[in-house]
């Protein structure tokens, strides 16, 4: 189910520039909960077409090899990102899956068609593709401001830039998402102005107005504490000014420790460039 709603062109903005970069699939409505109800829809017609039988949804919801099973399946192969790639659709899609005891016929895999490119690889901020094909996910973006739940590694926190909620540079880069389609789902569509936000607006927000604004939203779950973290590193990586200086010392009085520790790193980063007095 396709997901894009820009131009892959519009891959990123300047880290300087004070606006916010969110991945694309979390810019509308947690998709979880759409592509379950979805399954579930398909499955329920099937029953209805050939009788009882035994299935289960799953959508990110259990250790299932879903990429793997997608390129044995023939959806696509595995991109040197090792994201699934489709020919006729790229790779901003999500993935779904129903567990049947039907008896199906065996598809045949799909052929990797990624060639000698490398534009994934070479565009990585953080190095986080190794190899072709191979991904050391604790170097991902997506997985430093999503699933980590401590500090974020101070070697990495400049190569984030102004991602603060996962990455989608080697997909945006990718030649085969110029066949990608835009969603046809109103579902997934930007919300709250999180595909335009500055970094100031969405670091103003207290807790209750992250919950209400990312209710529905994947985003909540990395929780209050991280998203505040995340925040305080992509503004470490901004432009020095009044403003940003006066916003993080306004959050360091009630922020957690973790916090308190990304912003006093960004407080020091501000200062070093020397643009503003502190």
């Known amino acids: ?39 579930a829809q398909l499955a329920k017609r099937i029953k209805e077409t050939i009788g009882p039988y035994g299935y289960r949804v799953f959508v990110d919801s259990a250790p299932v090899l879903e990429k793997p099973l997608a390129e044995k399946a023939g959806l696509g192969w595995i991109g040197k990102h090792t994201n699934l790639i489709n020919k006729q659709a790229g790779s901003w899609f999500f993935l779904g899956e129903i567990y049947t005891d039907l008896q199906l016929p065996i598809d045949k895999p799909a052929e990797e068609h990624c060639g000698s490119c ?3 690889i070479d565009i990585c901020p953080t190095s986080a593709i190794v190899a072709p094909f191979q991904l050391d996910a604790r170097r991902c973006i997506s997985y430093l401001t999503i699933e980590l739940k401590g500090s974020i590694p101070e070697d990495l926190r400049p190569l984030i830039g102004n991602r603060i909620y996962g990455c989608d540079d080697c997909q945006a ?20 102005g999180l595909d335009s936000s500055t970094l100031l607006q969405l670091f103003d927000w207290s807790e209750e107005e992250f919950l209400k604004y990312t209710e529905g939203s994947a ?57 503003t007095p502190v």
């Open 173 to 192: 880069i990718c030649p085969w998402n110029r066949f990608a389609r835009q969603t046809a789902e109103p579902y997934f569509l930007p919300r709250h």
């Open 118 to 120: 490398s534009a994934c």
């Open 1 to 39: 189910m396709s997901y894009r709603c820009d131009q892959p062109e519009s891959r990123s903005f300047p880290d300087n520039d004070g606006r916010v970069w969110i991945s694309r699939y979390a810019w509308g409505r947690d998709y979880h909960k759409l592509m379950r109800r979805r399954l």
């Open 219 to 275: 985003i909540r779950r990395i929780g209050y504490e991280r998203w505040s973290r995340n925040l305080a590193v992509a503004i470490g990586n901004g432009s020095a000014s009044t403003e940003a200086l006066e916003a993080i010392g306004k959050k360091k009085q009630n922020a957690s420790g973790l916090v308190r520790e990304h912003i006093a790193w960004a407080r020091t980063r501000l200062k070093n460039r020397g643009q």
